[in-house]
């Protein structure tokens, strides 16, 4: 089944069937690198057709969940791998530099596993987490469109005994439309935010393919509407705790934020090597008869690769921040977690614009045509590197470094 624009973006968008076999159960780091490689050789393969005609990656998402990967952070103790997080970044990065809308429709999936283990109770972690690895994929609708801040939720549910009723209206919903779960953030009597987990299928939850960005054209996101959309409690998690002392939970999210980035990069680093080595031509001054002979651009590739591997080494870095911050989350331990993640952050936002830019630059003209579709990198990186602004990150590394002053508790941080 194929699924792109031309549905009616006026109407929802009806829930799709589960896959009919349990999802596969990865053991090891070494198992989950090699499992997303192979996953990233095939969904190279038509990336550039999907973003031009905004084909729905429906095939590609459930070879992605079926694989295990969407379940690499659930706990040893409910059955789960619990890898490291430096091979869950690692994953993300490789699966992004294949199809970077894919690498980000997991994104909050995984931060929602992560919330789950650090604020749930036990019953509730053993039912959600056991849905996860049997490969129900969790998509979300967290933001919204018209609130003066990010942080502003105007959603709120009411409570009905065993079960809560949700209403609001979501945008930015990455991976909504695909999704079995939909996790809301909605706001209880007291305005706590809380993950109202809906069934993708439920009553009153519509789903509206409206996604009209520029880049990320298949991360599945638009409108959520809730019109009385019933959750029961068993479903219902208090994501409010994580932000009440310190936890990874922020740095959870970001760092998959930071591997789409460093996926993106490489992507274009990638693309430039392969145009300049077969399709460009040497510049008319230079008396050269090959483009990759050219010393000027021998350089910017070099630079480029040189700020690539920074980027990946201050990722890893973050990864086994967060590693430490999940064991023993401390003051210290997730300040540690959140300014490595920042650091790295900057780098693959700064790495991401500039190689995906110099690919034209290097590549020549030729590089433009409709036909190659390279300037989908560009649009990726620009789009994405907006979640949350690089500016704030300087500040933040500054205030710590300086003054000693922790960062905020939130997701974007």
Not at 288 to 302: F, K, M, N, R
Request: aromatic share 8%; net charge negative.
């Amino acid at each position: 089944m194929t699924l792109h624009q031309q549905i009616d973006k006026t109407a929802g968008v009806p829930a799709i069937a589960r896959p009919s076999e349990p999802a596969h159960i990865i053991k090891t780091d070494a198992e989950a690198i090699e499992i997303a490689q192979k996953l990233a050789a095939d969904f190279i393969k038509d990336a550039a057709k999907r973003d031009r005609d905004r084909i729905w990656p429906v095939t590609e998402l459930d070879a992605f969940s079926q694989s295990g990967l969407w379940s690499i952070n659930v706990p040893k103790a409910f059955g789960g791998p619990e890898l490291s997080y430096v091979t869950l970044s690692k994953v993300i990065e490789i699966i992004s530099a294949a199809d970077s809308s894919i690498g980000q429709i997991a994104q909050n999936h995984l931060g929602v596993v992560a919330a789950i283990r650090t604020v749930s109770e036990p019953d509730q972690q053993k039912l959600l987490f056991a849905e996860v690895l049997k490969g129900t994929r969790f998509g979300n609708a967290f933001s919204e469109f018209g609130s003066k801040r990010a942080v502003d939720f105007e959603t709120t549910f009411t409570d009905h005994g065993d079960h809560v009723i949700v209403n609001g209206r979501k945008f930015y919903s990455s991976g909504a439309l695909l999704a079995h779960k939909v996790p809301i953030v909605a706001l209880d009597g007291q305005g706590r935010a809380w993950y109202a987990i809906a069934d993708r299928s439920a009553p009153g939850l519509t789903v509206i393919d409206d996604w009209s960005s520029f880049g990320q054209r298949t991360t599945l996101s638009g409108t959520v509407i809730l019109d009385n959309v019933r959750v029961d409690k068993t479903w219902l998690v208090p994501g409010y705790k994580g932000y009440e002392v310190p936890t990874a939970d922020g740095a959870i999210f970001q760092i998959i934020q930071v591997a789409v980035d460093t996926g993106i990069a490489k992507a274009a680093i990638d693309e430039t090597v392969n145009f300049v080595r077969h399709k460009s031509r040497a510049w008319v001054d230079s008396g050269l008869d090959h483009a990759y002979d050219d010393p000027y651009t021998i350089q910017a590739v070099g630079g480029l690769t040189l700020r690539l591997h920074a980027a990946q080494a201050l990722l890893e870095k973050a990864g086994l921040a967060i590693d430490a911050a999940v064991a023993n989350p401390t003051v210290e331990t997730v300040a540690h977690a959140q300014i490595t993640t920042a650091e790295a952050k900057i780098l693959s936002t700064e790495v991401a614009i500039e190689a995906t830019n110099k690919l034209f630059e290097l590549a020549g003209t030729r590089s433009t045509l409709a036909e190659y579709n390279l300037d989908r990198h560009w649009r990726n990186a620009r789009t994405h590197t907006l979640h949350d602004p690089v500016r704030w990150k300087y500040s933040i590394l500054g205030k710590y470094f300086l003054n000693g002053e922790k960062p905020p508790l939130h997701a974007w941080s």
